[in-house]
């Protein structure tokens, strides 16, 4: 028994296995130090009252949670935040499916057309960000320009000035960066089921919007999930988009969580509650994804 377990030992610490463990402890101290330990030390923070310089002072337990969780303000935020997510990953995933379906057809000019396509993506998202906040301005902004002199609007409104209209605005410029992620996601995922499937549909008589049901949205319907899934956790930390066009204003309108922990943090100072309100940001995105997890998984286990 004792040779068995000796030999076992060997196989389990000797040779490849040390190496393995060896080649992986940089990339796990990494992850400790940059990922788990600031996790950890926001929660430590989010129990203590700090001053200004974010020192921590004396022990004030889960008081600062029952606050935010009595505040109407606290979720009015994460309701905003909700509706901002579903919203814009709802009419991304809409949209990016038909281009992709459209981007899947063989014509003159396809592939140009996917190249163009990928622009609004592949361009820095601050710089995009930055080119959209002055076609929007109110004053010198090109699509006002555009409305005045085609006559459609004589007075066009301030679009990052009034509540709706900037909160629209924002939805519209990140719903316009994430379409060709999407796409392009969903056009490879489509060219990835057997064409054999489509030949048998035929045959059998079924029409485009059938194959489409049958045998299109089955056979992209784990990449869907996958891709869902990543655009609603971008889309909940959109901070780029929301700060730059507007900072979270008029008002607060278009505050979201993120742009919020940002707010508590670095322009307020509140650092114990900026720091709650990442733990919240940081359980609402786990339930989140662990969700989608068990819905996958299960789909792979029929």
């Known amino acids: 028994m004792s040779d068995a377990v000796t030999v076992l030992r ?13 080649l992986l402890a940089p990339a796990v101290l990494l992850m400790i130090i940059f990922m788990v330990y600031p996790i950890f030390y926001v929660f430590v923070v989010s129990l203590f009252n700090t001053d200004k310089l974010a020192r921590i002072k004396d022990f004030d337990g889960f008081g600062i949670y029952l606050k935010l969780l009595s505040s109407k303000d606290t979720w009015v935020i994460i309701g905003r935040s909700v509706l901002w997510t579903v919203s814009a990953v709802t009419i991304k995933t809409f949209f990016g499916l038909i281009i992709a379906l459209v981007l899947n ?23 995009s960000d930055m080119i959209w906040r002055w076609v929007l301005h109110s004053e010198f902004g090109l699509l006002n320009h555009t ?3 085609t006559g459609i ?17 924002c939805l519209w410029v990140d719903i316009w960066l ?9 056009l490879a995922a489509m060219q990835a089921v057997p064409q054999t499937l489509y030949e048998a549909a035929e045959i059998d008589g079924a029409t485009r919007i059938q194959k489409f049901k ?12 996958i891709a869902t899934l990543l655009s609603s956790l971008w889309t909940f930390n959109d901070f780029n988009t929301v700060y ?14 993120i742009t919020y922990v940002y707010q508590n943090s670095f322009e307020w100072l509140k650092w ?10 940081f359980l609402i995105l786990s339930v989140v994804s662990i969700v989608y997890s068990r819905i996958y998984f299960k789909r792979e286990e029929m």
């Open 214 to 225: 049958f045998v299109t949205l089955p056979g992209i319907a784990a990449i869907l999930l």
């Open 178 to 186: 994430g379409i060709p992620f999407m796409a392009l996601v969903f």
């Open 105 to 127: 057809v063989k014509y003159t000019g396809n592939k140009i057309a996917r190249l163009l396509f990928i622009i609004p993506w592949a361009s820095a998202i601050p710089i």
């Open 244 to 257: 730059i066009l507007t900072k979270g204003g008029p008002a607060g309108s278009t505050n979201i969580l």
């Open 153 to 169: 609007m004589a007075n066009p409104p301030v679009w990052l000035g009034n509540t709706i209209t900037a909160f629209l605005s």
């Open 10 to 22: 060997r196989k389990r610490f000797g040779g490849e296995a040390t190496l393995a463990y060896i």
């Open 272 to 281: 114990q509650k900026a720091s709650a309100l990442a733990v919240f940001t």
């Open 147 to 149: 409305l005045k002199i």
